[in-house]
């Protein structure tokens, strides 16, 4: 199979903002009290330029930000010292928090529901007026500590995927009776405070929630959603709607899946939704666009994506570049969905490559996926076409062509990419270059190259790498450009999930 593109560098292209830099997520706050996760932020922030971060878990319990009194006549005790270390960690390294507000804290709680190892409490407030005066003593606190200028300059989320009986014990309509009283609270301080939601999985409510506001004038800011290539967007399976909870797990098919491998288990869901093999290629596209819809006049921001399998290899690099050059000026900010494998919602598995969310193993391996991030940050902010001239086959490789107008370098991203393999395979591709030319190189992800994994299975897959291991798996991520010379046509093979890039001076 063959295909063919022309880029001409001296077309004035068009604005192509990092959106995808606008945010990343990272697990429940409690791990941001650590130093390895720091570390890795930090590391993620200077090399690719996230801004923001979200995270679950800021008012949960293990934070001890309201803590249960002893004797059962007192009142809780509120204390922000857990949150004011993070949140200060965040502005000194030069990000800011996308504050996701949850969970609930057990002093508040109406009930004992709770999610993770960690416990978090995912129902109700049982007094309204109880949860809405701490809020109020939340915000206010933030605005005494850092301004109002800067707590202006932050994201209020309500909750985490409240159309989920897994995260939220309620119905529709509690949620928006929950993000009215907690958006009224933040208002009631700071009417400049920019709050949204409904934060749902599976771009769901969105209709349903501006109505709401809409009708009882409650403030909303923007809308958050979720979304990820494996998600039914007519499934119903565990969410809550509109007068019903959903039910939680199925304890036939929890013992089940006790014993199968996360694939076999995506594999299991997909059949069962009736999506396996039949996503087409830009998928995350079309449900973006029907979301931007329902949007309308009001920013979206996805809190949430990510890829729905494969997310050490290369796969997830050529994923990432291919949804990132279909949703372009679809959403005002992406946060993807992790930072790092340093994630305790089923515990702190052993291994640097376990088939998780992050984009560094728990070691702080880089994994390609943040191969091409970092390669994209690199990348200017000017759009160039890349125009197709033909090919043969079934076409499943195309070309961004990205301009930085400070330094005049323009930087190629030729993906190979299926989101469900059908019949993805390796394709032949020339790019011809209309335009000076004064150098080019190249460098390439795929199962060959930056592939720290296939570097670990060559050690035996050990379970705890030692530091010569680990450095030897820093040495295998690294993303390798060799020179090309001046040439004006681009001639190589995409093996299939690649990502082969050129930088072009």
Same mark, same amino acid.
């Given at each position: ?289 029907? #979301?931007?819809? &329902? @949007? +309308?006049?009001?920013? /979206? ?5 990510? *890829? ?5 290899? =290369? ?59 970092? #390669?994209?940050? &690199? @990348? +200017?902010?000017?759009? /160039? ?5 033909? *090919? ?5 490789? =195309? ?63 050990? @379970? ?17 450009? =060799? ?10 093979t995409a093996e299939p999930e690649s990502v082969t890039i050129f930088k072009i001076r």
């Open positions: 199979m063959s295909v063919a593109y022309r880029v001409d560098l001296t077309q004035s292209g068009r604005p192509y903002p990092h959106y995808w830099e606008f945010c990343v997520g990272s697990c429940h706050a409690t791990t941001l009290l650590r130093e390895d996760v720091r570390q890795q932020i930090r590391k993620a922030h200077r090399e690719i330029g996230f801004r923001y971060i979200r995270f679950h878990g800021l008012l949960d319990d293990d934070m001890s930000v309201v803590i249960q009194p002893m004797m059962p006549w007192l009142k809780p005790e509120i204390s922000f010292y857990n949150i004011d270390n993070i949140f200060d960690f965040l502005l000194d390294t030069g990000m800011k928090p996308f504050v996701e507000v949850g969970f609930m804290p057990e002093a508040f709680a109406s009930d004992t529901q709770t999610l993770f190892h960690y416990k978090a409490n995912a129902t109700m407030p049982k007094d309204d007026g109880q949860w809405a005066d701490f809020i109020r003593q939340f915000a206010q606190h933030l605005i005494d500590r850092y301004g109002k200028d800067e707590v202006e300059s932050w994201f209020f989320e309500i909750w985490n995927e409240p159309n989920l009986h897994f995260f939220f014990d309620g119905t529709q309509e509690d949620y928006f009776h929950l993000y009215e009283i907690t958006a009224r609270a933040l208002k009631d301080v700071d009417p400049n405070l920019k709050v949204g939601g409904p934060a749902t999985s599976n771009n769901a409510w969105i209709p349903p929630f501006k109505a709401f506001c809409a009708e009882h004038h409650v403030p909303l800011d923007f809308i958050s959603t979720h979304h990820y290539p494996s998600d039914d967007p007519l499934s119903t399976a565990g969410m809550n709607g509109p007068g019903t909870k959903g039910a939680m797990f199925d304890e036939e098919a929890a013992k089940l899946m006790a014993n199968m491998t996360m694939e076999e288990i995506q594999e299991m869901v997909a059949k069962a939704v009736g999506t396996s093999g039949q996503n087409p290629r830009n998928i995350l596209e079309q449900l973006t666009k029907k #979301a931007k819809s &329902e @949007a +309308g006049d009001l920013p /979206l921001y996805y809190t949430e994506w990510n *890829g729905s399998k494969e997310y050490d290899t =290369e796969y997830q690099s050529a994923m990432i570049v291919h949804t990132l050059a279909h949703n372009e000026g679809l959403v005002e900010g992406y946060s993807f969905w992790t930072v790092s494998d340093i994630f305790e919602e089923q515990g702190m598995k052993n291994g640097p490559f376990k088939n998780e969310f992050g984009l560094q193993t728990n070691e702080g391996i880089a994994k390609p996926s943040y191969r091409a991030f970092q #390669a994209l940050h &690199e @990348a +200017g902010a000017i759009r /160039l076409d890349a125009e197709c001239l033909g *090919g043969d086959g079934t076409r499943t490789a =195309e070309v961004l062509a990205l301009r930085n107008p400070d330094n005049g370098e323009t930087i190629l991203f030729a993906y190979n990419h299926d989101i469900d393999r059908r019949d993805i395979a390796a394709q032949q591709i020339t790019i011809q270059l209309s335009g000076p030319v004064s150098g080019v190189q190249k460098a390439v992800i795929d199962a060959s190259h930056t592939a720290p994994v296939k570097a670990w299975k060559q050690m035996g897959s050990p @379970a705890y790498p030692t530091r010569a291991q680990i450095a030897a798996l820093h040495e295998a991520s690294q993303l390798l450009y =060799e020179d090309l010379g001046a040439v004006s046509e681009l001639s190589f």
